[in-house]
């Protein structure tokens, strides 16, 4: 059995839940702060059973994602199924997922992305996304939207 590759990681920011909902589930936003970008099967904003799709660069998907759980302003689970993998996993085994909770200087996002251990790339997917910034990603699109809205 392989090393559980889980990455956990959360930040308290100074925005509102509802802003940062918007945000992660409007995939306009996707190129904005995702490590990765995704699409999304229509390009609305998603919701439970939505379709998400990560592609290379001849735009063949590698990466599906299926939202799983969806409770608007606090939680977003997206079971995720790569090509590569050679073994068929449980729809909540892989997942990519957002926790958000009311905290006193703004919200707390919670990010857990995992088990990667199943992909052959998982070490080096983990590496990355270990280093990465979505959170802070995220906060700085919503501090985009309000000085749009500010300057209207």
Known sequence: MNKP?????EKVIDATQQEIWEVITTPKYFKDWMLVPAKAEDEKA??????????????????EGEVIAFVPNTKLVISLKDI?????????????????????????????LGDLS?????????RSYKASDEIGSIEKVVNAIRKVARDI
């Open 5 to 9: 590759l889980i990455v956990n990681k």
């Open 46 to 63: 998603i919701e439970l059973g939505s379709k998400i799709y990560w592609t290379d660069d001849n735009d063949m998907v590698y990466l």
């Open 84 to 112: 590569s993998w050679e073994q068929t996993v449980p729809k909540d085994s892989v997942t990519y997922e957002f926790h958000l909770a009311e905290a006193k200087n703004g919200t707390l996002i919670k990010f857990l």
């Open 118 to 126: 199943i992909d052959p790339e998982g070490s080096s997917w983990y």
